[in-house]
């Protein structure tokens, strides 16, 4: 028993590089803190924290049309708005 709980350490020890390396490529396009997005359909705006998104209010749906160049008004990666082959797109 305690050489497969030693194996089983070891095993984790040697793969926690691996898994360290996955999370730090996965969150590299994530926006930065502070960042403001504004949803331009519905105008409601949210800030990101360390912690995650903060809704903080609304702006009129003419204000979110003209959001400054800073501001955010999409989070998804560049590649998400291809078109996905689907059984019902057909």
Do not use: C, N
Not at 14 to 31: C, D, N, R
Not at 33 to 61: E, I, L, R
């Amino acid at each position: 028993m305690k050489s497969t709980l030693s194996a089983l350490a070891a095993g984790l020890l040697l793969m926690s590089p691996l898994v360290s390396f996955a999370q730090t490529t996965a969150t590299a396009a994530s926006p930065a803190p502070y960042s403001v997005f504004v949803d331009q359909p519905t105008g409601f705006t949210f800030v990101k924290m360390p912690s995650g998104w903060k809704f903080v209010g609304a702006v009129s749906q003419e204000d979110a049309r003209h959001v400054p160049a800073s501001v955010l008004t999409s989070v998804l990666p560049a590649d998400s708005a291809r078109a996905i082959d689907t059984a019902s797109a057909r």
